[in-house]
């Protein structure tokens, strides 16, 4: 049995490390590049498993020799190589394309077909990172006309303006300033009572998450695609269509605590992808 021993790397398995960002390729030239390009930080039982899943995409290939000890890598496979994992299993013979600009929000990959295009958004199956920023859909909508001028005076949107133009720290306090919320804001400047406000805003928005999820099921013309390493370290995909997927508010951000007494403030509220 080959094992993978517990390193504290992080492995460079996304699609901008590995070369292949920016291009448009076949399978077989995607695959050659990326072997070619694995990281040094990985050891040679992890390249054999990497190198095992290129070899073994569409064909019913097994695991079994492959136990995986190693969770930062294991997590690094199935979040950031997962986005070459689902390329693969979808191109059906179709150019592979990673974009490497911000052109293509929520896009991670794109196959040329000979009469069309395909989107996709990848994410991991860890619930913690299937994300959906407020900022990338504000986008979609005010890049298109017919549907800013559908949703420019509905309550998600002015909701969601809201949110994008406020900092990390502000935003739960203008949104419950505009719902009509009561907080202490004597205190609105303590880390706890900051915190407080922000959980009540999430639940509050999660009451009215189905107004939230009609607007974004309309606008997003991308499919999901679901990877995960299963408990026999076989890769797994699952496709959803974006007009199916559902969403709820959720935040990020903690309270203080002694270990962190000014708390953790890096993400402002967004949405879940269920």
Partial sequence: MIKLLTLL???????KK?????????????KKIVKSNLSGKLDSNMKSYITHILNSIGLLATYGDFKIDNTIFKNEVEKNFGEIIAALELSNGGLIEFPSSSTFPMIDF???DKDKIRQYSVKSAKAATNTLKVKDIIKIIDSDKSYH????????????????????????LNIADTLGLKYNKRKQDDG????????QVVDYLNK?????????NSVLTIDYVIVKIDKNFRPIIQ????????IYFRTKNNAPTDHKPEGRWKDKIGFQVK
């Fill in 149 to 172: 001028d559908l949703y420019k005076n509905s309550f998600p949107y002015y909701v969601m303006d809201i949110l994008n133009q406020s900092s990390v720290k502000d935003a739960a």
């Fill in 239 to 246: 496709t959803k269509n974006a007009k199916d997927i559902d």
């Fill in 110 to 112: 794109i196959i040329h």
């Fill in 9 to 15: 790397e992080v492995y460079d398995l996304e699609p």
């Fill in 208 to 216: 009215e998450k189905n107004k939230f999820k009609r607007m974004i």
């Fill in 192 to 199: 706890h009572e900051r915190y407080k406000i922000e959980k």
């Fill in 18 to 30: 590995l070369g292949i960002a920016g291009k448009k390729l076949k399978s077989g030239q995607l």
